[in-house]
């Protein structure tokens, strides 16, 4: 929903909104049309973190009180990390990983998703780490998506089956992860992963 700027009483100027309003003010408003779900596409991006602090705080209450699913899209992990429950890793279009907030910061499959944590700081003594998972080269074309896994190119565990076939989708817990790897027990092996399927 878009920002109109309203008229100010006093001036009959047009009032300006700075950014932080400009996200915050349609958001009440399109509780207005009861919706049962949001697309918030990239919505706090260009907020300080103080402002996506307070912007998380009021999508929170406004769920408890609405009772709405919202889809939050988003290239900072940490705001995903605070604002999900359930989690979809996107490359080159497809969703290569679905998980639990917790099981996808703490124990990600997909290598995609391994490398995306192991380029993120952190002080935590628990979470995953990814120190073996650093990525070379460059992402293909998007025009330009490779036969098999699009990830292939770049990924350290890639095997045969990644440039021939389109990887399967596979079941690892309650995460749902497309790669060859999980569909294949000895690979998994071949790569020393410790992952309970
Ligand atoms: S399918 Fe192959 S190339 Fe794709 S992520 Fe899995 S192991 Fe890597």
């Known amino acids: 929903m878009a920002v109109k ?32 779900l949001l697309i918030l596409d990239e919505t706090l991006s260009s907020l300080d973190q103080l402002e996506q602090a307070r912007l998380l705080e009021l999508f929170d209450e406004l769920q408890s009180k609405h009772k709405f699913t919202y889809i939050f899209i988003s290239h900072d992990l940490a705001l995903v990390r605070k604002a999900c429950t359930r989690i979809a890793v996107m490359y080159l ?7 639990e907030n917790r099981e996808l910061f703490f124990k990600p499959r997909h290598p995609c ?12 003594d628990n979470r995953y780490d990814a120190a073996t998972c650093l990525l070379d080269g460059e992402p293909p074309s998007p025009v ?31 995460t749902l992860v497309e790669c060859h790897l999980f569909a294949q027990k ?4 071949q790569a020393g992963w410790l992952i309970g399927a």
Do not use: N, W, Y
């Open 5 to 36: 700027p309203e008229l100010d009483q006093a001036t009959g100027q047009k009032k300006i909104f700075d950014l932080f309003d400009a996200v915050r003010i349609p958001s009440p408003r399109a509780m207005v049309m009861a919706p049962r």
């Open 93 to 99: 279009g497809r969703v290569v990983e679905l998980a």
């Open 113 to 124: 998703t391994r490398a995306m944590l192991a380029a993120l700081p952190t002080l935590e």
């Open 144 to 174: 330009h998506i490779p036969q098999g896994c699009s990830f292939k190119t770049r990924c350290p565990d890639a095997i045969d089956a990644c440039t021939a076939q389109l990887p399967p989708l596979c079941k690892a817990g309650s």
């Open 186 to 189: 000895e690979a998994l092996q």
